[in-house]
């Protein structure tokens, strides 16, 4: 099992920039794809990035690609999202979420999909 803790998120105008953070405890952390979903109050969950892991491999939803960048650091069982370029429609609670992955090089976009989920943070982006 592993357990995911997001953290980084916060108020910011639009236009500007947040990084969040997913610390991820358990076992064989390299086992792991990961992915960053997020929920805007009343919407359904969705996507927004996913890597694979080795990290050589990233997907993004279109509503983020060329804003937003994911990365991990497997030596200190973390992963990243560089949020650019913030719009108010980027408002959300964003969540990590992990899956075992028999590939290196696998990603997956759908929730379901992913079977461990951390407790979000909050990205408020004002106009």
């Known amino acids: 099992q592993v357990q995911l803790v997001e953290s980084g998120g916060g108020l910011v105008q639009a236009g500007g920039s947040l990084r969040l953070s997913c610390t991820a405890s358990g076992r064989a952390f390299t086992s792991y794809a990961l992915a960053w979903f997020r929920q805007a109050p009343g919407k359904e969950r969705e996507f927004a990035a996913a890597?694979?892991?080795?990290?050589?491999?990233?997907y993004y939803a279109d509503s983020v690609k060329g804003r937003f960048t994911t990365s991990r650091d497997n030596a200190k069982t973390m992963v990243y999202l560089q949020m650019n370029t913030l719009k108010p429609e980027d408002t959300a609670v964003y969540y990590c979420a992990a899956r075992e992955a028999l590939s290196v090089g696998s990603y997956f976009s759908r929730s379901v999909d992913y079977n461990y989920w951390g407790q979000g943070t909050q990205v408020t982006v004002s106009s």
């Open positions: 890597i694979s892991r080795s990290g050589r491999s990233t």
